[in-house]
């Protein structure tokens, strides 16, 4: 059986499996020794990556919440208009259920590779499965606070007894600790890698089995964490940033785009683990806070994340031809690029977000002023598409970005100066949408020219510029995440910026429904378990932990307490 087949009956052998809530998922994949098939360890492999992003993910934790949240885009549909904040358990849940999964199928692979009769031969594998995890738990932790990890799963390695069924959580600060000290081992145990081991290629589909790669995956990952703990442990976060950034690390850190930590996926992906992939462009429409950025910058990006409009002067005229009502007609001033409100409120009387259509049935023109996202940067296929998919962890940008904020804030020493960092970071921005936007055939890709990229880096808010620095490195973030957006949400969270009170190159609109001022989310609800459900004392520690936070926020269902690392 070839490798393509192999992986295929994996993954129909594993959808069974395959569950999302938090308590019984967990129990599940924990406590069944006999729930996961017996296969080469290397085949775990890419089913323990496709739980980076799933549909679900995507659908409830990106279209419906954190993309709007983030004013990425303004919802049309796809529950209810009034609902803003953390309106449903999935929205953390689908998160949760994808680190359950991925830490299930990468101690099974682990196991199986200690027990291999070549055991030597997957050293590599089992660091990159940890790379993996580690980031996918930074990301549930974001939302969960403390989790089940060094004692997690731990039947997929054959233990049943008591102690092992029943794991302790671990909280942010102890995480913190385990996963840095970890991603150090990887890196260390990477670094010796040789021809012994069993080749990765076809199953690794961030590097396709380049080592080297995965260290400077692992270095990212560091320095991410190394954001986290900024507020609450300083120093950690410094001495991890300072020996990430090191110039006698320089090998081993993101260089190009080349090292950008993204999953890459074929054609059919989104086929083979099918789902709402493609309902971003059914719940979304370009917000002013975007689209006034993108505008006033002439940012060529612009047409990579969104699709143009179909107000050309020619269409306008004809549809405002055919109206008997005043009412109805397009103003001359909408342009090929327009954002929509976030609020509720002014849904009605924001004519930028209404449908309209230029004459009638099968050829009729959509006529809506807002733009639609590119769905294909999340559908490669979609409407006859030919584009691949993607699932970002950490560009090669997102690195630039970090490193320039711990350089310009921190102090921290580097071989590249704060403003070299930026500067890096934006054009390696451009140069890999760029690439991005071929690569998913989204609808009228139209490459960045030299000039208009040259036009766009001069703009006074893109220009480099010391007494504006940390603003402008928050923005080409938050440009960058236009995919990731999880990682946004952290960002925002960590940095509150953008924001609707005072940031300038990106201002948030702030959203109302039914004249009350809306607040955005920063972790999800918790409830404490009922009696009798497996592992009750350590679920309801958990919680009672986290309560001594004062932060935390006193009720449980405070969806606007913070966890740990984001501290005031």
């Known amino acids: 059986m070839n490798k393509l087949k192999k992986i295929t009956y994996l993954l129909m052998l594993m959808s069974a499996f395959m569950q999302t809530g ?27 990556e496709v739980q980076m992003l799933t549909s679900g993910h995507c659908w409830n934790a990106i279209y419906a919440s954190k993309y709007r949240w983030m004013q990425y885009g303004s919802g049309i549909w796809g529950y209810a208009l009034t609902n803003f904040t953390y309106f449903g358990n999935a929205i953390g849940d689908v998160i949760y259920g994808e680190y359950i999964n991925m830490g299930s199928y990468v101690t099974h692979m682990r196991y ?87 080749s990765l290629k076809g199953y690794d589909r961030a590097y396709n089995g380049d080592m080297l790669k995965w260290i400077k995956a692992a270095n990212g990952i560091r320095l991410r964490l190394a954001s986290r703990l900024l507020k609450r442990k300083p120093e950690m976060a410094r001495s991890i940033a300072s020996e990430v950034l090191a110039s006698s690390n320089s090998a081993n850190i993101f260089s190009s785009n080349d090292d950008s930590f993204i999953l890459w996926f074929d054609n059919l992906y989104t086929n083979i683990h099918s789902g709402d992939w493609h309902s971003i462009k059914d719940m979304e429409i370009a ?141 390696a921005s451009l140069d890999q949408w760029n690439t991005i936007g071929k690569y998913c055939d989204i609808t009228n890709y139209e490459a960045m020219t030299e000039e208009e990229i040259a036009v766009f880096l001069a703009k006074p808010d893109i220009r480099w510029d010391g007494s504006k620095a940390l603003e402008q490195i928050y923005a080409q973030s938050y440009i960058e995440h236009y995919k990731n957006v999880d990682e946004m949400y952290a960002l925002w969270k960590r940095t509150n910026y953008p924001n609707w009170d005072n940031s300038g190159i990106i201002k948030f609109e702030r959203p109302v429904i039914d004249g009350r001022k809306q607040e955005i989310p920063r972790r999800v609800k918790f409830s404490y378990p009922n009696d009798g459900v497996h592992n009750y004392d350590n679920l309801k520690k958990r919680l009672d932990d986290m309560l001594k936070d004062p932060q935390f926020g006193g009720d449980l269902n405070d969806e606007f307490g913070r966890l740990w690392w984001d501290s005031e």
């Open 112 to 198: 199986l590779a200690d027990n291999h009769e070549k055991s030597d031969s997957y050293s590599d594998l089992k660091q990159i499965g940890r790379i993996l995890l580690i980031a996918k738990g930074i990301q549930a932790s974001d939302l969960f606070g403390s989790l089940v990890y060094s004692q997690g799963w731990l039947a997929r390695e054959g233990k049943v007894d008591d102690d092992s069924m029943t794991p302790e959580f671990e909280t942010q600060e102890q995480l913190a600790g385990v996963w840095d000290a970890q991603l150090k081992e990887c890196i260390e145990n990477l670094k010796k890698s040789n021809s012994s081991q069993v």
């Open 22 to 48: 938090c308590t019984d998922g967990f129990e599940e994949k924990n406590t069944n020794p006999e729930s996961l098939p017996i296969v080469d360890p290397e085949e775990l492999l890419y089913t323990a």
């Open 287 to 427: 917000t002013y806070a975007v689209m006034d950025y993108l505008n006033r910058n002439e940012d060529p990006r612009k047409r990579m994340y969104f699709i143009k409009n179909n107000l050309t002067p020619e269409n306008v005229a004809a549809f405002n031809a055919e109206q008997t009502d005043p009412a109805r007609l397009i103003p001359e001033d909408y342009t090929l690029w327009e954002g929509s409100s976030v609020s509720r409120d002014t849904y009605l009387t924001d004519r930028r977000r209404l449908q309209y259509f230029l004459g009638s049935g099968s050829s009729r023109i959509d006529m809506r002023p807002a733009n639609m996202p590119q769905v294909r940067l999340w559908k490669g296929n979609d409407t006859d598409g030919n584009g691949a998919n993607w699932a970002p962890v950490m560009t090669y940008p997102d690195f630039c970005f970090l490193a320039a904020e711990f350089v310009l804030s921190e102090g921290i020493s580097s071989g590249k100066s704060a403003q070299q960092w930026y500067e890096d970071g934006v054009r």
